[in-house]
Protein backbone atom coordinates (compact mmCIF):
# COMPACT_ATOMS: atom_id res chain seq x y z
CA UNK A 1 0.00 0.00 0.00
CA UNK A 2 2.68 2.41 0.65
CA UNK A 3 4.38 1.60 -2.68
CA UNK A 4 1.13 1.80 -4.54
CA UNK A 5 0.86 5.67 -2.23
CA UNK A 6 4.34 6.57 -3.88
CA UNK A 7 4.09 5.93 -7.38
CA UNK A 8 0.31 7.77 -7.17
CA UNK A 9 2.25 11.17 -5.99
CA UNK A 10 4.97 10.60 -8.67
CA UNK A 11 2.64 10.57 -11.32
CA UNK A 12 0.51 13.41 -9.97
CA UNK A 13 3.90 15.37 -9.88
CA UNK A 14 4.97 14.93 -13.73
CA UNK A 15 1.02 15.23 -14.61
CA UNK A 16 1.64 18.89 -12.71
CA UNK A 17 4.73 19.44 -14.17
CA UNK A 18 3.44 19.03 -17.87
CA UNK A 19 0.23 21.01 -17.31
CA UNK A 20 2.84 23.88 -15.79
CA UNK A 21 5.36 23.58 -19.04
CA UNK A 22 2.17 23.35 -21.47
CA UNK A 23 0.90 26.78 -19.45
CA UNK A 24 4.16 28.19 -19.69
CA UNK A 25 4.16 27.48 -23.27
CA UNK A 26 0.84 28.60 -24.06
CA UNK A 27 1.75 32.15 -22.33
CA UNK A 28 4.79 32.07 -23.70
CA UNK A 29 3.66 31.61 -27.07
CA UNK A 30 0.67 34.57 -26.91
CA UNK A 31 3.23 36.96 -27.69
CA UNK A 32 5.97 35.08 -29.44
CA UNK A 33 5.73 33.41 -33.10
CA UNK A 34 5.61 29.81 -33.28
CA UNK A 35 8.81 27.63 -34.55
CA UNK A 36 8.78 27.32 -38.15
CA UNK A 37 7.24 30.83 -39.24
CA UNK A 38 8.41 32.34 -41.91
CA UNK A 39 7.11 36.17 -42.80
CA UNK A 40 7.98 37.12 -46.42
CA UNK A 41 10.75 34.75 -46.25
CA UNK A 42 12.31 35.70 -42.97
CA UNK A 43 12.85 33.23 -40.24
CA UNK A 44 10.79 34.73 -36.85
CA UNK A 45 10.65 31.70 -34.92
CA UNK A 46 10.31 32.19 -30.99
CA UNK A 47 10.33 36.10 -32.00
CA UNK A 48 8.21 38.18 -30.48
CA UNK A 49 7.18 41.64 -32.75
CA UNK A 50 9.49 44.01 -30.40
CA UNK A 51 12.35 41.78 -31.15
CA UNK A 52 11.74 42.25 -34.78
CA UNK A 53 11.64 45.83 -34.75
CA UNK A 54 15.00 45.92 -32.68
CA UNK A 55 16.29 43.58 -35.36
CA UNK A 56 14.99 46.00 -37.96
CA UNK A 57 16.56 49.08 -36.14
CA UNK A 58 19.96 47.48 -36.22
CA UNK A 59 20.00 45.72 -38.95
CA UNK A 60 22.83 46.45 -42.03
CA UNK A 61 23.67 43.65 -44.76
CA UNK A 62 27.39 42.70 -45.53
CA UNK A 63 27.78 41.96 -48.99
CA UNK A 64 30.46 39.67 -50.46
CA UNK A 65 32.24 40.98 -53.86
CA UNK A 66 34.89 39.10 -55.82
CA UNK A 67 37.96 41.01 -56.62
CA UNK A 68 39.87 41.25 -60.24
CA UNK A 69 42.17 38.27 -58.86
CA UNK A 70 39.08 36.18 -57.87
CA UNK A 71 39.71 36.89 -54.14
CA UNK A 72 36.88 38.41 -52.07
CA UNK A 73 36.12 41.82 -50.56
CA UNK A 74 33.38 42.81 -48.24
CA UNK A 75 31.35 45.99 -47.83
CA UNK A 76 27.96 47.03 -45.74
CA UNK A 77 25.02 48.77 -46.47
CA UNK A 78 23.33 50.17 -43.02
CA UNK A 79 19.64 50.10 -42.62
CA UNK A 80 19.61 53.25 -41.10
CA UNK A 81 21.60 54.58 -44.30
CA UNK A 82 18.28 53.53 -46.44
CA UNK A 83 15.53 55.06 -43.89
CA UNK A 84 15.02 51.01 -42.99
CA UNK A 85 11.32 50.19 -40.51
CA UNK A 86 8.88 48.26 -40.60
CA UNK A 87 5.87 50.53 -42.20
CA UNK A 88 3.51 48.70 -39.51
CA UNK A 89 3.69 46.32 -37.29
CA UNK A 90 0.20 45.62 -37.48
CA UNK A 91 0.50 42.82 -39.95
CA UNK A 92 2.67 41.16 -37.74
CA UNK A 93 0.49 41.63 -34.90
CA UNK A 94 -2.30 39.97 -36.30
CA UNK A 95 -0.17 36.71 -37.40
CA UNK A 96 0.42 36.79 -34.11
CA UNK A 97 -3.50 36.57 -33.14
CA UNK A 98 -4.08 34.50 -35.45
CA UNK A 99 -1.44 31.72 -34.48
CA UNK A 100 -2.62 29.12 -32.29
CA UNK A 101 -0.87 29.32 -28.98
CA UNK A 102 -2.51 26.09 -27.52
CA UNK A 103 -1.25 23.64 -30.21
CA UNK A 104 2.58 25.17 -29.98
CA UNK A 105 4.00 22.06 -28.54
CA UNK A 106 2.98 20.44 -32.43
CA UNK A 107 5.50 21.46 -35.16
CA UNK A 108 4.59 24.27 -36.43
CA UNK A 109 5.32 25.01 -40.74
CA UNK A 110 3.28 28.31 -41.39
CA UNK A 111 4.39 31.14 -44.29
CA UNK A 112 3.30 34.04 -44.12
CA UNK A 113 3.29 36.40 -47.24
CA UNK A 114 2.27 40.54 -46.66
CA UNK A 115 2.49 43.68 -48.82
CA UNK A 116 5.02 46.69 -47.95
CA UNK A 117 5.65 45.37 -44.36
CA UNK A 118 8.72 46.49 -44.60
CA UNK A 119 9.67 50.36 -45.54
CA UNK A 120 12.85 52.03 -47.08
CA UNK A 121 13.62 54.74 -49.40
CA UNK A 122 14.34 52.75 -52.68
CA UNK A 123 16.57 55.92 -53.84
CA UNK A 124 19.14 55.85 -51.34
CA UNK A 125 19.18 51.88 -51.51
CA UNK A 126 19.85 52.54 -55.05
CA UNK A 127 22.68 54.99 -54.10
CA UNK A 128 24.33 52.75 -51.98
CA UNK A 129 24.43 50.03 -54.68
CA UNK A 130 25.76 52.08 -56.99
CA UNK A 131 28.43 53.48 -54.59
CA UNK A 132 30.02 50.22 -54.15
CA UNK A 133 33.32 49.10 -54.94
CA UNK A 134 32.36 47.21 -57.55
CA UNK A 135 30.84 49.51 -59.63
CA UNK A 136 33.46 51.74 -59.54
CA UNK A 137 36.32 51.87 -63.11
CA UNK A 138 39.37 51.26 -61.12
CA UNK A 139 38.34 48.40 -59.60
CA UNK A 140 35.76 46.64 -61.72
CA UNK A 141 37.37 44.51 -64.83
CA UNK A 142 34.62 44.03 -67.60
CA UNK A 143 34.63 39.88 -68.56
CA UNK A 144 36.58 39.10 -71.95
CA UNK A 145 35.63 36.33 -73.90
CA UNK A 146 37.48 33.63 -75.10
CA UNK A 147 39.36 34.37 -78.28
CA UNK A 148 41.50 33.08 -81.20
CA UNK A 149 45.06 34.14 -81.18
CA UNK A 150 46.89 36.14 -83.33
CA UNK A 151 48.97 33.79 -85.41
CA UNK A 152 52.46 32.99 -84.23
CA UNK A 153 55.13 30.60 -86.48
CA UNK A 154 55.85 28.21 -83.15
CA UNK A 155 52.25 27.60 -82.66
CA UNK A 156 50.56 29.01 -85.04
CA UNK A 157 46.65 30.02 -83.59
CA UNK A 158 45.56 28.89 -80.35
CA UNK A 159 42.33 30.08 -78.29
CA UNK A 160 42.80 32.25 -75.39
CA UNK A 161 40.68 31.36 -72.62
CA UNK A 162 38.29 33.89 -71.38
CA UNK A 163 38.45 36.02 -68.10
CA UNK A 164 35.70 36.31 -65.86
CA UNK A 165 36.71 39.67 -64.24
CA UNK A 166 34.64 41.53 -61.53
CA UNK A 167 32.06 43.75 -63.87
CA UNK A 168 29.21 43.71 -61.59
CA UNK A 169 25.83 43.73 -63.54
CA UNK A 170 23.76 46.88 -62.08
CA UNK A 171 20.13 45.73 -62.55
CA UNK A 172 21.04 42.63 -60.96
CA UNK A 173 22.74 43.72 -57.85
CA UNK A 174 20.35 46.07 -57.58
CA UNK A 175 17.47 42.96 -57.15
CA UNK A 176 19.83 40.69 -55.37
CA UNK A 177 20.31 43.32 -52.60
CA UNK A 178 16.98 44.69 -52.05
CA UNK A 179 15.54 41.14 -52.24
CA UNK A 180 18.21 40.40 -48.96
CA UNK A 181 16.97 44.03 -47.54
CA UNK A 182 13.46 43.06 -47.65
CA UNK A 183 14.70 39.10 -46.28
CA UNK A 184 16.67 40.96 -43.66
CA UNK A 185 19.32 38.84 -44.65
CA UNK A 186 22.53 39.37 -43.03
CA UNK A 187 24.76 38.41 -45.80
CA UNK A 188 24.78 38.39 -49.72
CA UNK A 189 27.01 36.67 -51.89
CA UNK A 190 26.68 38.69 -55.16
CA UNK A 191 29.24 36.10 -56.90
CA UNK A 192 26.86 32.94 -55.66
CA UNK A 193 23.58 34.94 -56.71
CA UNK A 194 25.22 35.56 -60.72
CA UNK A 195 25.61 39.25 -60.08
CA UNK A 196 28.13 39.48 -62.30
CA UNK A 197 28.65 39.99 -66.12
CA UNK A 198 30.33 36.70 -67.55
CA UNK A 199 31.74 36.29 -70.41
CA UNK A 200 29.24 34.92 -73.63
CA UNK A 201 31.99 33.04 -75.50
CA UNK A 202 34.29 30.04 -73.44
CA UNK A 203 36.79 27.72 -74.52
CA UNK A 204 35.00 24.94 -74.29
CA UNK A 205 32.82 26.46 -77.07
CA UNK A 206 31.67 24.44 -80.04
CA UNK A 207 31.53 26.58 -82.29
CA UNK A 208 35.23 28.56 -80.81
CA UNK A 209 36.95 25.01 -81.08
CA UNK A 210 35.70 24.91 -85.07
CA UNK A 211 36.43 28.26 -85.58
CA UNK A 212 40.26 27.15 -84.30
CA UNK A 213 40.00 24.22 -86.46
CA UNK A 214 39.58 26.29 -89.68
CA UNK A 215 42.07 28.34 -88.59
CA UNK A 216 44.68 26.04 -87.82
CA UNK A 217 44.24 24.29 -91.10
CA UNK A 218 44.97 27.62 -93.25
CA UNK A 219 48.06 28.42 -90.59
CA UNK A 220 49.68 24.91 -91.30
CA UNK A 221 49.47 25.47 -95.49
CA UNK A 222 53.08 25.79 -96.67
CA UNK A 223 52.91 26.51 -100.81
CA UNK A 224 56.65 26.85 -102.41
CA UNK A 225 56.79 28.42 -106.20
CA UNK A 226 60.36 27.87 -108.01
CA UNK A 227 61.24 30.49 -110.38
CA UNK A 228 64.56 29.01 -111.82
CA UNK A 229 67.04 29.61 -108.83
CA UNK A 230 64.63 31.73 -107.11
CA UNK A 231 61.99 30.20 -104.56
CA UNK A 232 59.32 32.39 -102.94
CA UNK A 233 57.46 30.20 -99.98
CA UNK A 234 54.07 31.01 -98.94
CA UNK A 235 53.34 30.01 -95.36
CA UNK A 236 51.07 30.75 -92.38
CA UNK A 237 52.56 33.52 -91.42
CA UNK A 238 51.42 35.20 -94.44
CA UNK A 239 48.06 33.63 -95.22
CA UNK A 240 47.12 34.31 -91.93
CA UNK A 241 47.23 37.76 -92.93
CA UNK A 242 44.32 37.21 -95.40
CA UNK A 243 42.40 35.11 -93.11
CA UNK A 244 38.72 37.10 -91.31
CA UNK A 245 36.70 36.34 -88.98
CA UNK A 246 33.64 37.85 -88.07
CA UNK A 247 32.10 35.80 -85.32
CA UNK A 248 32.73 32.50 -85.81
CA UNK A 249 33.39 32.46 -89.89
CA UNK A 250 36.10 32.43 -91.14
CA UNK A 251 36.95 33.66 -94.83
CA UNK A 252 40.46 34.11 -96.88
CA UNK A 253 40.18 37.24 -98.28
CA UNK A 254 40.34 37.01 -101.99
CA UNK A 255 41.93 40.44 -102.79
CA UNK A 256 44.82 39.99 -100.76
CA UNK A 257 45.86 36.38 -102.33
CA UNK A 258 44.81 38.46 -105.98
CA UNK A 259 47.50 41.02 -104.67
CA UNK A 260 50.29 38.46 -103.61
CA UNK A 261 50.01 36.75 -107.25
CA UNK A 262 50.29 40.48 -108.63
CA UNK A 263 53.96 40.77 -106.62
CA UNK A 264 54.65 37.41 -108.32
CA UNK A 265 53.72 38.85 -111.83
CA UNK A 266 55.28 41.81 -111.16
CA UNK A 267 58.64 40.38 -110.13
CA UNK A 268 58.95 36.96 -112.35
CA UNK A 269 57.35 38.16 -115.82
CA UNK A 270 59.38 39.08 -118.44
CA UNK A 271 56.53 39.39 -121.53
CA UNK A 272 57.15 43.53 -122.77
CA UNK A 273 60.27 43.83 -120.87
CA UNK A 274 63.81 45.19 -122.75
CA UNK A 275 66.67 42.61 -122.74
CA UNK A 276 69.77 42.66 -123.15
CA UNK A 277 71.17 40.37 -125.88
CA UNK A 278 74.26 39.13 -127.18
CA UNK A 279 74.74 39.38 -130.98
CA UNK A 280 76.61 36.99 -132.93
CA UNK A 281 78.70 40.30 -134.41
CA UNK A 282 79.99 40.22 -131.01
CA UNK A 283 78.24 43.18 -129.90
CA UNK A 284 75.95 43.43 -126.67
CA UNK A 285 72.74 45.16 -127.78
CA UNK A 286 69.66 45.93 -125.77
CA UNK A 287 66.14 44.59 -127.45
CA UNK A 288 62.78 46.60 -126.97
CA UNK A 289 59.36 45.44 -128.12
CA UNK A 290 58.03 41.97 -128.76
CA UNK A 291 55.32 39.46 -127.04
CA UNK A 292 58.10 36.85 -125.45
CA UNK A 293 58.16 36.00 -122.25
CA UNK A 294 56.73 34.53 -119.24
CA UNK A 295 53.10 36.15 -118.84
CA UNK A 296 51.10 34.84 -116.03
CA UNK A 297 47.64 34.56 -115.74
CA UNK A 298 47.25 35.84 -112.60
CA UNK A 299 43.95 36.12 -112.05
CA UNK A 300 43.11 32.49 -112.93
CA UNK A 301 46.28 31.92 -110.58
CA UNK A 302 44.49 33.89 -107.55
CA UNK A 303 41.53 31.60 -107.82
CA UNK A 304 43.42 28.12 -107.98
CA UNK A 305 45.73 29.32 -105.61
CA UNK A 306 42.83 30.55 -102.93
CA UNK A 307 41.14 26.72 -103.97
CA UNK A 308 44.32 25.39 -103.02
CA UNK A 309 45.04 27.14 -99.36
CA UNK A 310 41.15 26.35 -98.42
CA UNK A 311 41.58 22.73 -98.72
CA UNK A 312 44.82 23.08 -96.78
CA UNK A 313 46.84 21.44 -99.12
CA UNK A 314 50.81 22.46 -99.18
CA UNK A 315 52.90 21.46 -101.87
CA UNK A 316 55.20 23.00 -104.77
CA UNK A 317 52.98 24.80 -107.17
CA UNK A 318 52.99 26.34 -110.97
CA UNK A 319 51.35 29.45 -111.59
CA UNK A 320 48.79 29.74 -114.66
CA UNK A 321 50.34 31.29 -117.55
CA UNK A 322 49.06 32.83 -120.65
CA UNK A 323 52.65 31.96 -122.31
CA UNK A 324 55.78 30.03 -121.39
CA UNK A 325 59.35 31.06 -122.26
CA UNK A 326 62.31 29.25 -122.32
CA UNK A 327 63.65 29.79 -118.67
CA UNK A 328 63.44 32.01 -115.91
CA UNK A 329 65.79 34.52 -115.25
CA UNK A 330 68.69 36.08 -117.78
CA UNK A 331 67.99 35.68 -120.35
CA UNK A 332 64.42 34.03 -120.46
CA UNK A 333 64.97 33.05 -124.14
CA UNK A 334 67.51 30.26 -123.29
CA UNK A 335 70.35 28.82 -125.53
CA UNK A 336 67.71 27.83 -128.36
CA UNK A 337 66.49 30.76 -130.76
CA UNK A 338 66.90 32.57 -134.10
CA UNK A 339 68.22 35.43 -134.17
CA UNK A 340 67.72 37.96 -137.22
CA UNK A 341 69.29 41.29 -138.23
CA UNK A 342 67.12 43.21 -140.01
CA UNK A 343 70.22 45.58 -140.55
CA UNK A 344 72.27 42.85 -142.07
CA UNK A 345 69.09 41.35 -143.72
CA UNK A 346 70.94 37.94 -142.05
CA UNK A 347 69.57 35.40 -139.73
CA UNK A 348 71.52 32.56 -137.75
CA UNK A 349 69.66 29.81 -135.50
CA UNK A 350 71.37 28.41 -132.59
CA UNK A 351 70.08 25.18 -130.64
CA UNK A 352 71.18 24.37 -127.01
CA UNK A 353 74.21 27.23 -127.44
CA UNK A 354 75.61 26.18 -130.75
CA UNK A 355 75.33 27.46 -134.34
CA UNK A 356 73.76 25.29 -136.33
CA UNK A 357 72.47 27.65 -139.41
CA UNK A 358 72.36 30.74 -140.99
CA UNK A 359 70.90 32.40 -143.68
CA UNK A 360 70.36 35.79 -145.91
CA UNK A 361 66.91 36.88 -145.82
CA UNK A 362 64.55 40.01 -147.55
CA UNK A 363 62.38 41.83 -144.89
CA UNK A 364 59.57 43.88 -145.00
CA UNK A 365 59.34 46.97 -147.50
CA UNK A 366 60.96 50.38 -146.01
CA UNK A 367 59.99 52.48 -148.55
CA UNK A 368 56.40 51.44 -148.50
CA UNK A 369 56.83 51.39 -144.52
CA UNK A 370 56.08 47.78 -144.29
CA UNK A 371 59.28 47.53 -142.16
CA UNK A 372 59.99 43.95 -140.42
CA UNK A 373 59.08 45.70 -136.12
CA UNK A 374 62.06 44.67 -133.89
CA UNK A 375 61.57 42.77 -130.36
CA UNK A 376 61.67 38.68 -128.78
CA UNK A 377 58.58 37.05 -129.89
CA UNK A 378 57.90 33.13 -130.63
CA UNK A 379 56.75 30.55 -133.50
CA UNK A 380 53.36 30.67 -133.08
CA UNK A 381 52.67 27.28 -134.98
CA UNK A 382 54.57 25.79 -138.13
CA UNK A 383 52.41 25.06 -140.74
CA UNK A 384 53.59 23.20 -144.47
CA UNK A 385 52.09 24.11 -148.02
CA UNK A 386 50.22 27.47 -146.66
CA UNK A 387 48.22 30.25 -148.15
CA UNK A 388 49.52 33.98 -147.52
CA UNK A 389 46.73 36.31 -148.16
CA UNK A 390 46.70 40.00 -148.09
CA UNK A 391 44.85 42.96 -149.31
CA UNK A 392 46.28 42.79 -152.82
CA UNK A 393 48.09 39.10 -152.57
CA UNK A 394 47.20 35.75 -152.16
CA UNK A 395 50.41 33.65 -152.44
CA UNK A 396 51.49 29.91 -151.76
CA UNK A 397 54.50 29.14 -149.68
CA UNK A 398 55.50 25.73 -148.63
CA UNK A 399 57.31 26.50 -144.92
CA UNK A 400 55.14 28.81 -142.94
CA UNK A 401 56.66 29.98 -139.42
CA UNK A 402 54.72 32.80 -138.08
CA UNK A 403 56.00 34.80 -135.11
CA UNK A 404 54.37 38.28 -134.92
CA UNK A 405 50.65 37.66 -135.90
CA UNK A 406 50.89 37.44 -139.74
CA UNK A 407 54.67 38.65 -139.93
CA UNK A 408 56.94 35.21 -139.94
CA UNK A 409 59.62 33.14 -141.93
CA UNK A 410 58.72 31.78 -145.52
CA UNK A 411 60.49 30.27 -148.54
CA UNK A 412 60.18 33.17 -151.53
CA UNK A 413 60.74 30.85 -154.66
CA UNK A 414 60.11 34.24 -156.58
CA UNK A 415 63.13 35.64 -155.90
CA UNK A 416 66.57 35.17 -157.05
CA UNK A 417 68.48 36.56 -154.87
CA UNK A 418 68.42 37.61 -150.93
CA UNK A 419 70.42 39.33 -148.22
CA UNK A 420 71.60 43.23 -149.14
CA UNK A 421 69.72 46.43 -149.59
CA UNK A 422 66.98 44.37 -151.56
CA UNK A 423 64.27 45.44 -148.82
CA UNK A 424 64.53 48.60 -148.89
CA UNK A 425 62.73 49.02 -152.08
CA UNK A 426 61.54 45.50 -153.09
CA UNK A 427 61.31 43.89 -149.80
CA UNK A 428 58.01 41.97 -148.59
CA UNK A 429 54.96 43.23 -146.64
CA UNK A 430 57.30 42.12 -143.33
CA UNK A 431 57.90 38.80 -143.38
CA UNK A 432 61.15 37.11 -143.34
CA UNK A 433 61.44 35.96 -147.43
CA UNK A 434 64.55 33.18 -147.18
CA UNK A 435 65.79 30.71 -149.86
CA UNK A 436 64.03 27.44 -150.19
CA UNK A 437 66.20 25.24 -148.69
CA UNK A 438 67.25 27.40 -145.92
CA UNK A 439 63.84 27.98 -144.96
CA UNK A 440 62.98 23.81 -145.31
CA UNK A 441 66.05 23.44 -142.78
CA UNK A 442 64.92 25.87 -140.70
CA UNK A 443 61.33 24.21 -140.27
CA UNK A 444 62.84 21.05 -139.55
CA UNK A 445 64.67 22.51 -136.67
CA UNK A 446 62.11 25.13 -134.70
CA UNK A 447 59.09 24.29 -132.93
CA UNK A 448 55.94 26.37 -131.92
CA UNK A 449 57.67 28.85 -128.82
CA UNK A 450 61.08 29.11 -129.95
CA UNK A 451 62.35 32.51 -129.37
CA UNK A 452 62.22 33.96 -132.02
CA UNK A 453 64.80 37.92 -131.83
CA UNK A 454 64.58 40.82 -134.37
CA UNK A 455 67.11 43.98 -134.18
CA UNK A 456 68.69 46.35 -135.82
CA UNK A 457 72.59 46.78 -135.55
CA UNK A 458 74.48 50.12 -137.04
CA UNK A 459 77.47 48.62 -138.96
CA UNK A 460 76.34 45.47 -140.07
CA UNK A 461 75.00 46.72 -143.19
CA UNK A 462 75.69 44.57 -145.97
CA UNK A 463 75.65 44.38 -150.35
CA UNK A 464 75.18 41.79 -152.55
CA UNK A 465 77.33 41.29 -155.52
CA UNK A 466 74.92 43.42 -157.75
CA UNK A 467 74.69 46.39 -155.31
CA UNK A 468 78.15 46.38 -155.69
CA UNK A 469 78.87 46.17 -159.37
CA UNK A 470 76.10 49.42 -158.92
Known amino acids: MKKTGIGIKIICACVLLLLVVYAGGCYYYGNHFQRGTLINQVDVSNLTVQDLAVRVDAYFLRIQERKSDGSSYEESIDGKAIDLSYASTEPLQQILREQNQYLWFLPQ ?54 TQGNELDQAKTLEVISNAVEELKGLVDLDAEGCYETPTVTSDSEELQNTLQKLQKYGTVTITYRFGDNIEVLDGSTISTWLEVDGFAVTLDQTQ ?214
Request: proline share 3%.
Open 109 to 162: HEEHETEDLLSYNKEKLTQAVQALKGFEEDFAQAPTNAHISEYTPETGFSIVAE
Open 257 to 470: VENYVATLRKKYDSIFRSRTFMTSYGKEITVDGGDYGWWMNYQQEAKELAAQIETGESGERTPVYYQTAASYGAPDYGDTYVEINLTAQHLFFYKDGQLVMESDFVSGNSARGYDTPEGTYSITYKQRNATLVGENYETPVSYWMPFNKNIGMHDATWRSSFGGTIYKTKGSHGCINMPYEKAQELYGYIEKGTPVICYHLAGTERFTESELEK
